[in-house]
């Protein structure tokens, strides 16, 4: 059961109602946690901006980083968010499955990358010496350890809004990861 209600466009500001317009026009809905966002005057608009920076990651690259994330934070919302996004950014369930346990063992780099997001989490911020290491000698450079870390931060962002408000979840309901996945 939802501990907040979601605001409907009528219920926010004048400059969320157009964020909401605009939301719509490119998704052809709201979804519940960037509705949830708007009941701040500011935190919408800010999160979008954050969440939209350009970065040195690749959507596909960020997806890796999403899944891991919101795995290690729980968060029912933004795993069944990130594995539809994941399927439209051509990961398949099983490969989503095993990013969510933060690996990939069908693409070393992305391994890599899978193992540093989830390790950061787990570890709030202090990723292990060898984690770093490996994700370096796969290929991947210092700028983007720093916008892993950073992608890792603004994911938890939302981790926490949906673990602390449970809004219902709008995309079709991720299945449980099995302890058996790792």
């Known amino acids: ?12 500001n004048e400059t969320n109602q157009g964020i909401f317009d605009n939301l719509k026009g490119a998704l052809g809905f709201v979804p519940n946690i ?3 966002y708007a009941l701040s ?8 901006t954050f969440a939209n920076a350009p970065t040195s990651l690749k959507t ?6 999403n899944l891991a994330v919101s795995e290690v934070n729980a968060c029912k919302y933004c795993l069944s968010a990130h594995t539809a ?4 950014n051509g990961f398949s369930d099983e490969q989503i499955l095993g990013l969510r346990a933060g690996n990939a063992p069908f693409d070393s780099k992305l391994d890599a990358l899978a193992k540093l997001a989830k390790n950061i989490t787990e570890n709030r911020g202090r990723a292990e010496d ?4 490996n994700f370096l000698n796969e290929g991947w450079s210092n700028e983007n350890l720093i916008d892993t870390i950073v992608l890792v931060g603004e994911k938890t962002i939302s981790n926490y809004v949906h673990n602390t408000t449970q809004v219902p979840i ?10 058996t996945v790792a």
Do not use: H, W
């Open 170 to 179: 709008d995309f079709p309901v991720a299945q449980a990861l099995e302890t």
């Open 60 to 65: 596909k690259e960020k997806e890796v980083v």
């Open 34 to 36: 960037y509705a949830t």
């Open 85 to 88: 996004i994941g399927k439209m």
């Open 41 to 48: 005057n500011n935190a919408l608009s800010n999160y979008l």
């Open 1 to 12: 059961m939802s501990t907040f209600n979601v605001p409907t466009r009528d219920q926010v």
């Open 130 to 133: 060898a984690i770093v290491e």
